[in-house]
T-cell receptor, first 116, second 111 residues
Framework: GAVVSQHPSWVICKSGTSVKIECRSLDFQATTMFWYRQFPKQSLMLMATSNEGSKATYEQGVEKDKFLINHASLTLSTLTVTSAHPEDSSFYIC????????????FGAGSRLTVL | LAKTTQPISMDSYEGQEVNITCSHNNIATNDYITWYQQFPSQGPRFIIQGYKTKVTNEVASLFIPADRKSSTLSLPRVSLSDTAVYYCLVGIYNQGGKLIFGQGTELSVKP
C-alpha cells in the first residue's frame, strides 16, 4: 500500500532556531499533502494544505510566516518551523492521498518537535 | 464540513466486541465516512470507509443507517493491542478535500 515517510521522527532544538520536517510519498505521487499538529491528549489539528507547485493554503489561525510549507515536487513537501519557541513543541503529522480523487488519506508516522 | 461527535472514551475487555458510534447529523450527499486508528506517537492508520449500509474488512465492520446521520464502527473480539484512539471523519476527498478530525474515542482494552 501507499507509504508516507516523515523525517526526522523526532527533533530537539533551541529556542529561536528553525526546524525543517520532510514528508515524502514513497511509492506514489501526491499533488496535495496535508499538515497536522497534535498536542498531548488532543486530536489532530489541520494546519495547512500543501499544493505541488503553488502556495499552501493555511487554516485560520495558523501563521504562514511561522510555518513555511514548500511542495516543490510530487513526492516531497516540507514544513519549516521558523524561530521556534517552546510553545511550538508538538507532534507534526503529514498525510497524502494515494491518487487524485482517492478517498483515503495515508499518514506519516509523525515528527516530534521539542523546543528548549 | 460535517461535524462529528463520538464518546470521549470507552472501556472493554479482551475478546469482547466493541461498537463505537459516531454522530454526523450534517453529513452531505457526497461525504464518505472513514475511521482511523491512532496509537500514541504515531500517525493515524486507516481502518475502514463506507458510504452507506454495511462495509466489512479483515479488521472491522462499519454500519451506516439509511439516513447516514450516524455510523458505528464494530471491532470484533478486541485484544490489548486494540487500545488506541479511534477517529470518525466525514468528508469528501476529491478535488483537494481536506479532513478535519474530531475529538476521537479513546478505547482502553483490559485483560
Amino acid at each position: 500500500g501507499a507509504v508516507v515517510s516523515q523525517h526526522p521522527s523526532w527533533v530537539i532544538c533551541k529556542s529561536g532556531t528553525s526546524v525543517k520536517i520532510e514528508c515524502r510519498s514513497l511509492d506514489f505521487q501526491a499533488t496535495t499533502m496535508f499538515w497536522y499538529r497534535q498536542f498531548p491528549k488532543q486530536s489532530l489539528m489541520l494546519m495547512a494544505t500543501s499544493n505541488e507547485g503553488s502556495k499552501a493554503t493555511y487554516e485560520q489561525g495558523v501563521e504562514k510566516d511561522k510555518f513555511l510549507i514548500n511542495h516543490a515536487s510530487l513526492t516531497l513537501s516540507t514544513l519549516t518551523v521558523t524561530s521556534a519557541h517552546p510553545e511550538d513543541s508538538s507532534f507534526y503529522i503529514c498525510s497524502a492521498r494515494e491518487a487524485p480523487g482517492a478517498n483515503v488519506l495515508t499518514f506519516g508516522a509523525g515528527s516530534r518537535l521539542t523546543v528548549l | 464540513l460535517a461535524k462529528t461527535t463520538q464518546p470521549i472514551s470507552m472501556d472493554s475487555y479482551e475478546g469482547q466486541e466493541v461498537n463505537i458510534t459516531c454522530s454526523h447529523n450534517n453529513i452531505a450527499t457526497n461525504d464518505y465516512i472513514t475511521w482511523y486508528q491512532q496509537f500514541p506517537s504515531q500517525g493515524p492508520r486507516f481502518i475502514i470507509q463506507g458510504y452507506k449500509t454495511k462495509v466489512t474488512n479483515e479488521v472491522a465492520s462499519l454500519f451506516i443507517p439509511a439516513d447516514r446521520k450516524s455510523s458505528t464502527l464494530s471491532l470484533p473480539r478486541v485484544s490489548l493491542s486494540d487500545t488506541a484512539v479511534y477517529y470518525c471523519l466525514v468528508g469528501i476527498y476529491n478535488q483537494g478535500g481536506k479532513l478535519i478530525f474530531g475529538q476521537g474515542t479513546e478505547l482502553s482494552v483490559k485483560p
